[in-house]
């Protein structure tokens, strides 16, 4: 029995030593170095290379690496049946709303006025009238932990999910502080959220149903002044009707963290737009502490007959 993390394009070494410090017992493969193919019997992995599930005989589980499955989920060699989790724990849902919270904010006060009335030695308070309102495009983990961050500000939010019946909202009734959330479902109820909030966050899982979600009809429906905020995927946002819309001011400005290619192509109209304000995909990375933790009691389960940490619904894809 051993676990295998593969991620060729991240430096593991870290997050190995700490998941090999914390469990010895695990006999723990970092590919390329496999080691006997057929004793690996769960796989964490992250833009695994394309051959290398068909190369595991023995795999009773996968989990991403991440909380983003598209990359397992899209791999046509991923066996029907074989149960798929994620690695997304506490800390990386606070840091995503910490992202949130903190670019909200500082586009709501206009921090970046004052930093250029500061430059010019003048003195002019303001402060808006009312708090922002929120319409929050993913109602699991992460969507969850940015409601709860937005409620203690007293800041009102909405939130959205695709359909009515399960999805990202596990978990949901044991969490009081949400209890009196509003929840809208549908693409109608999406259209009228857009048009009546000042930000619109996306952060709905990658799948073909949330593919472009960001789109003209929804731009259109957006009030002037409002903000769309991307930290979802790069693939849910229709880069050009964004541009075109904001032309038009609705909506006014733009929060990304993710994009179609990540980095964006040199001289890409994002770069040097004055309404759009990029990260480069680091609202939330899952820190090699957490990850190793998380890692380790997937497996546990896993090994004990259950499904991994974060198991994913492969019908609905996420
Ligand atoms: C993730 C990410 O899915 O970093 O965890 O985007």
Redesign the pocket.
């Known amino acids: 029995m051993a676990l295998l993390i593969a991620a060729p394009d991240r430096d593991i070494t870290t997050l190995a030593a700490r998941v090999r410090s914390q469990a010895p017992d695990i006999d723990l493969r970092l590919w390329p170095e496999t080691g006997r193919i057929e004793d690996i019997d769960f796989a964490v992995l992250w833009k695994h290379p394309p051959d290398l599930l068909d190369q595991l005989p023995a795999l009773r589980a996968v989990s991403?690496l991440?909380?983003?499955i598209e990359h397992l989920i899209n791999d046509p060699t991923l066996p029907d049946k074989l149960p798929v989790g994620r690695l997304?724990g506490p800390r990386?849902a606070a840091d995503m709303a910490g992202w949130l919270v903190a670019r909200v904010i500082a586009h709501w006060r206009d921090f970046d006025r004052f930093n250029a009335l500061q430059r010019q030695q003048r003195w002019e308070p303001w402060a808006p009238t009312r708090p922002p309102r929120i319409g929050l495009l993913g109602t699991g983990r992460m969507g969850r932990a940015a409601a709860r961050a937005f409620k203690a500000l007293e800041i009102p939010v909405t939130g959205y999910r695709r359909g009515q019946n399960r999805g990202l909202d596990r978990g949901e009734h044991d969490d009081d502080a949400l209890a009196d959330l509003e929840i809208v479902s549908g693409r109608p109820a999406l259209i009228e959220l857009a048009a009546r909030v000042d930000y619109l966050i996306c952060l709905l899982p990658l799948t073909p149903a949330t593919r472009s979600i960001l789109d003209a009809e929804l731009f259109a429906a957006m009030s002037p002044g409002s903000v769309v905020a991307n930290v979802g995927r790069g693939a849910q946002l229709d880069e050009d009707a964004l541009l075109a819309a904001l032309g038009r001011g609705r909506p006014a400005a733009a929060l990304l963290d993710v994009f179609a290619d990540e980095p964006p192509a040199p001289g890409h109209p994002f770069w040097g737009h004055p309404r759009i304000s990029m990260t480069p995909?680091c609202s939330?990375?899952?820190s090699d502490a957490e990850a190793a933790t998380l890692m380790i009691e997937s497996y546990r389960r896993v090994r004990s007959g259950l499904p991994p940490l974060g198991a994913v619904d492969r019908r609905s894809g996420y």
């Open positions: 991403s991440g909380a983003g997304s990386l995909h939330a990375i899952t």
